[in-house]
């Protein structure tokens, strides 16, 4: 007698951390309106030790520490579901994700056990088409040696287990989709990819039957600041209430003067010496 597969268990993890708590507004704000809430996984917003109120998630902490000790910490302790969404709080959505994709992703993944599945389009990665699709979109399998990284910690799906593999102790995010890019092609694991999500409207990669379903996310930080893709979510923000139109004066002020996130003007340049010390311990 054959034995159906365990149900399989579904979560969206946010991690964020508190020096970027000016953020967490306008990425509620964005998920609220384009987010579809009956997908079904749980969600999780991860800070380091600051306390959260988004309703919808679970705020969880992962305490201090360096990046991929603090995101180990969570999805080993903190988040029991077999498969983790993962996207940061500087990811704000543009356009509706719509909750019949996501059914039809997950019963997937339940069927085939897939270990990572990119969502979002990006020119770094080189695919292969294969015959399935959901939604038009097709799933293509990441050709390993050609695409640059493999390691990137945009919109992705990832086993929980195998996620939490690759977050060796003590890695800086750079350095760990460095670092892990070159762990990755040296195992070669099938790493899948679907065009679900453009990223800051990039154009798909795949050989996709149909892309209406496309959404949309923008990153909004660079280097600590708001970047540029911040403009458009202030004029959006500026047709919604009083407290969203304060917020997008406050956006607005810090993308102007260069402001850090946590409102700092910008740091000064590191001496010569101090970048190359820097990059040896980075390397």
């Known amino acids: 007698m054959n034995q159906e597969k365990t149900q399989k268990t579904f979560a969206l993890l946010v991690h964020a951390c508190d020096r970027y ?5 306008g990425f509620e704000y964005f998920f609220n309106q384009f987010w579809n809430s009956d997908i079904r996984c749980k969600y999780y917003f991860a800070t380091e030790v600051i306390d959260v109120n988004i309703p919808g998630f679970e705020n969880i902490k992962s305490g201090k520490g360096e990046w991929s000790d603090r995101l180990a910490y969570l999805l080993r302790e903190k988040i ?7 996207m940061q709080e500087d990811v704000w959505l543009s356009k509706p994700v719509r909750k019949e ?3 039809d992703l997950f019963d997937f993944v339940q069927e085939k056990g897939h270990k990572q599945i990119k969502l979002h389009s990006a020119d770094i990665y080189q695919t292969l088409p294969t015959e399935k699709f959901i939604h038009g979109l097709n799933v293509s399998k990441v050709d390993n040696a050609r695409s640059r990284y493999l390691m990137s910690h945009q919109l992705t799906l990832w086993d929980r287990t195998f996620f939490l593999a690759q977050l060796p102790p003590k890695e800086n995010p750079w350095r760990n989709e460095r670092r892990g890019t070159k762990r990755l092609k040296s195992i070669d694991p ?4 679907i065009d679900y999500f453009s990223q ?6 795949n050989k996709n039957q149909d892309i209406s379903e496309r959404s949309n996310f923008n990153t909004v ?5 708001l970047n540029d893709e911040v403009s458009h979510f ?3 923000l500026r047709k919604g209430d009083e407290t969203a139109i304060a917020y997008a004066r406050e956006l607005e002020n810090h ?10 003007e910008q740091p000064r340049k590191i001496d010569f010496v101090k970048r190359i010390k820097n990059w040896i311990l980075n390397k």
Do not use: A, M
């Not at 029991?80 to 993962?86: F, Q, R």
């Not at 800051?200 to 990669?205: G, L, T």
């Not at 993308?255 to 700092?264: A, E, F, I, M, Q």
């Open 190 to 193: 099938e790493i899948w990819h």
């Open 255 to 264: 993308y102007d003067n260069s402001l850090t996130h946590d409102g700092r």
């Open 200 to 205: 800051d409207y990039s154009e798909p990669i």
């Open 234 to 236: 202030i004029e959006l």
């Open 21 to 25: 708590e000016f953020l967490y507004q």
């Open 221 to 225: 930080s660079q280097n600590g600041k």
């Open 80 to 86: 029991t579901e077999d498969y983790v969404i993962y």
């Open 101 to 103: 994709f996501f059914d």
